[in-house]
């Protein structure tokens, strides 16, 4: 599949590695937002939360379960997650994946 984030995953695109298990993996993204910009995605691609399903959600579950750990190694108590679906949502990449953002005050949602 032509997908950016499933070559990123299978190691086929470079990426810096923060953290990877069977499951997930953490890298920092290439134009960061904040100080501190990883993004989390499952190996398994899913296009977005649009895809997710009861059937698939276990992966969901384990990024939540696995982000803690990711910050800590990141040396990051204050973060915010964010996931962007769709093209109005800002999502450009149509691979599931978790922005986690900390560093600097990042102020109210918009
Ligand atoms: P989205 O806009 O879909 O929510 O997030 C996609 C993110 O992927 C953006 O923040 C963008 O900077 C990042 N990105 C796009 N291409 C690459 C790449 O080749 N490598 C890395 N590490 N990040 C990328
Ligand atoms: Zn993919």
């Given at each position: 599949m032509d997908c950016l984030f499933c070559k990123i995953a299978a190691g086929d695109i470079p990426s810096k590695k923060v953290y990877e298990d069977d499951k997930l993996i953490a890298f920092y993204d290439?134009?960061?937002?904040?100080p501190v910009h990883v993004l989390v995605i499952p190996?398994?691609?899913?296009?977005?939360?649009?895809?997710?399903t009861a059937d698939n959600s276990t992966v969901v579950a384990h990024i939540f379960a696995t982000i803690p750990q990711i910050a800590e190694k990141l040396g990051v108590s204050d973060y915010r997650i964010v996931t962007n679906n769709g093209a109005d949502a800002?999502?450009?990449?149509q691979h599931l994946h978790f922005h986690l953002l900390a560093g600097r005050m990042l102020g109210e949602m918009g």
């Open positions: 290439i134009e960061p937002k904040a190996k398994t691609h899913l296009a977005g939360v649009r895809d997710v800002g999502q450009t990449v």
